[in-house]
């Protein structure tokens, strides 16, 4: 038991350099310890400001490093899989940033070594259950006073992507939130996934096939599409019109404030992610903490890292093929429950 967590961060680019400084600014009962990067430069740039950080440019330097006590990783997701091993054989509290792993093989790997290890240390970093919007719709569902929930429409808009953004990606980086979200708001796992590849954008790089419709089905029958559009230039858009017997609910859609100046009126979109989601990421790694202080986690688990693996691997197999793929589980592990 320790009363503040020492936290690693691992891989100091879009994503962990925002959360670096949201654990500086912003979150109690933690600090930034020590941040690695293969390239040394931005764990450099990343640790400006904060007293007592050092920069690192290998993990297991960090992992090994006594003055850590915590890991977040922020690496590409095909990397996760060896630092996750690495931090969970030390014990040490994790918050991976999503998708978990990018195959649900990988992911299974993860699940079963925290199952070995005996309790939960792993949280991923599906941020959007902690979107109050999110939050809301969640509460709406299960108090079912608009009735039964029948379906769900995503729209999931980002404005450009970076380079070596593949067309796996779009599913495994992208869509990963909507099997998240989907999972989070039905309370049940997802049965099957298909992808149409409809008429194509010509903003998409070379590879990608840009927008892409995804079809998801959920035990009880609840369906759920999702248009993934990655390189929709006009900025970051994520929303979700849920519709049920009695009723239907939008979140998302659009920003305030909203103005009437010099002749026109309107709100604002997002530019990214960082934006959008701001207040969201502040709640998650808050949650994070002050769980891991207890020895616990937060929010979602490695189990739902896995399950979302696997309609991740269905999702990739359903865009070469055009068909409906089921999504196979292993038995979930009682630590889960
Ligand atoms: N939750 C969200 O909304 C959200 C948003 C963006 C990214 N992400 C996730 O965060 C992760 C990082 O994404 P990003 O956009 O910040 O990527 P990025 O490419 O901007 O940054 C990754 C960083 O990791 C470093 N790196 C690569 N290999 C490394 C290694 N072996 N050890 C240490 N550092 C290494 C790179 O040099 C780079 O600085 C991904 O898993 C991504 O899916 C999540
Ligand atoms: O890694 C990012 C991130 O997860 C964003 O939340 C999502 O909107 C993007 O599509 C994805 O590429």
């Known amino acids: 038991m320790t009363d503040i967590l020492r936290v690693a961060v691992i891989g100091a680019g879009r994503m962990g350099v925002d959360h670096i400084q949201r654990i500086h600014a912003r979150i109690q009962g933690a600090e930034v310890a020590a941040v690695v990067d293969v390239d040394l430069a931005r764990a450099q740039a990343a640790i400006e400001g904060i007293p007592g950080a050092v920069a690192l440019a290998d993990a297991e ?5 006594g003055d850590v006590n915590a890991v977040l990783i922020a690496t ?17 509290p994790i918050l991976c940033e999503k998708p978990l792993t990018p195959d649900a093989a ?12 005996g309790h939960q240390r792993i949280q991923v970093g599906f ?19 608009l009735g039964e929930l029948l379906m769900l429409h ?6 450009t992507t970076p380079p070596g953004f593949t067309n796996e990606m779009l599913i ?20 099957s996934v298909q992808v149409r590849l409809g008429k194509a954008t010509r903003n998409a790089p070379a590879g990608q096939h840009d927008p892409q419709h995804v079809l998801i089905e959920t035990e009880s029958g609840v369906l759920a599409d999702v248009e993934i559009y990655v ?20 979140i998302g859609a659009d920003h305030g404030p909203y103005t009437r100046a010099n002749g026109r009126w309107g709100g604002t979109v997002t530019p990214g992610f960082e934006e959008r989601f701001a207040a969201a990421y502040d709640v998650e790694i808050q949650a994070w903490v002050n769980a891991a202080l207890r ?39 009682a630590i889960y429950n």
């Open 61 to 65: 330097e960090a992992l090994n490093n």
């Open 76 to 92: 590409p997701g095909f990397l996760h899989e060896e630092i996750l091993l690495k931090a969970l054989a030390k014990d040490l």
């Open 106 to 117: 990988s992911a299974w790997k993860i699940v079963e070594a925290e199952k070995e290890l």
């Open 127 to 145: 941020m959007r259950r902690f979107d109050a919007e999110y939050a809301a719709l969640g509460a709406m569902i299960r108090s079912n006073e």
């Open 154 to 159: 995503h729209q999931h808009r980002n404005p």
């Open 172 to 191: 495994n980086d992208s869509v990963v939130h909507e099997f998240d979200a989907v999972r989070f708001f039905t309370g049940e796992e997802i049965t």
């Open 231 to 250: 390189n929709a230039r006009f900025g970051y858009e994520v929303a979700t019109q849920a519709s049920f017997e009695d009723g239907i609910v939008n």
């Open 295 to 333: 020895n616990g986690i937060g929010g979602p688990s490695a189990w739902d890292g896995y399950a979302t693996a696997a309609c991740c691997e269905a999702g990739v197999e359903a865009q070469k093929n055009g068909q409906k793929v089921p999504v196979k589980l292993n038995p979930k592990p």
